[in-house]
Antibody, heavy 120, light 107 residues
Framework: EIQLIESGGGVVQPGGSLRLSCAAS????????MHWVRQSPGRGLESVSD????????YYADSVRGRFTISRDNSKNTLYLQMGGLRSEDMAVYYC?????????????WGQGTLVTVSS | AIQLTQSPSSLSASVGDRVSISCRAS??????LAWYQQKPGKAPKLVIY???SLEVGVPSRFRGSGSGTDFSLTINSLQPEDFATYYC?????????FGQGTRLEIK
């Protein structure tokens, strides 16, 4: 069974940092690109960042570029999102998801999400 | 960036009804469009990909169609478990964008 389990969410002050982790199992992690998506009540689903299967290529939404860093450790089957300079608008449930490629790229398995709250 | 606009934003229907949800793209996106279903407190679930391909395990009452800038998700003979929020999604390079969602409620 494919599982993605996020952790690391919590309450952080504006300007603070947090590192999210996503532990993958049930598939060959190193064969797949991975994605972070966030969801807040006011902004719906928002793609945050993407990383290629070997970690060599990364992409970021304009809203987080320069503040967030995506990475992965294929030896540990784990995806990370290092978040810095957190703002109130970053408050959301963060999901990791596996990317599958067909004609386009889609997210076929998702974690349960981890909540990030930015508050003083 | 390509924008996706879904309509309606919410929809009330009864068990057994057929419903359609529209997703309009700000520019042509060829065939790289998907639909997700999300229930409260849960992660989204992939339902349709490549416009009309059914994800494994998804009932055949779900159908995707469209081309160019206009796409739709149709659900035939609504079942109680189908009441949820649906999002369309497109892929453009490594950037994924989602529609704003359509909430399907029981009438």
């Amino acid at each position: 069974e494919i599982q993605l389990i996020e952790s690391g969410g919590g309450v952080v002050q504006p300007g603070g940092s947090l590192r999210l982790s996503c532990a993958a199992s049930g598939f060959t992690f190193s064969n797949y690109a991975m994605h972070w998506v966030r969801q807040s009540p006011g902004r719906g689903l928002e793609s945050v960042s993407d990383i290629s299967s070997n970690g060599g290529i990364t992409y970021y939404a304009d809203s987080v570029r320069g503040r967030f860093t995506i990475s992965r450790d294929n030896s540990k089957n784990t995806l990370y999102l290092q978040m810095g300079g957190l703002r109130s608008e970053d408050m959301a449930v963060y999901y990791c998801a596996r990317v599958v490629h067909s004609y386009g790229d889609y997210l076929d398995h998702w974690g349960q999400g981890t909540l990030v709250t930015v508050s003083s | 960036a390509i924008q996706l606009t879904q309509s309606p934003s919410s929809l009330s229907a009864s068990v057994g009804d057929r419903v359609s949800i529209s997703c309009r793209a700000s520019q042509g996106i060829r065939g790289a469009l998907a639909w997700y279903q999300q229930k409260p407190g849960k992660a989204p679930k992939l339902v349709i990909y490549d416009v009309s391909s059914l994800e494994v395990g998804v009932p055949s009452r779900f159908r995707g169609s469209g081309s160019g800038t206009d796409f739709s998700l149709t659900i035939n003979s609504l079942q109680p478990e189908d009441f949820a929020t649906y999002y369309c999604q497109q892929f453009n390079g490594h950037l994924i964008t989602f529609g704003q969602g359509t909430r399907l409620e029981i009438k």
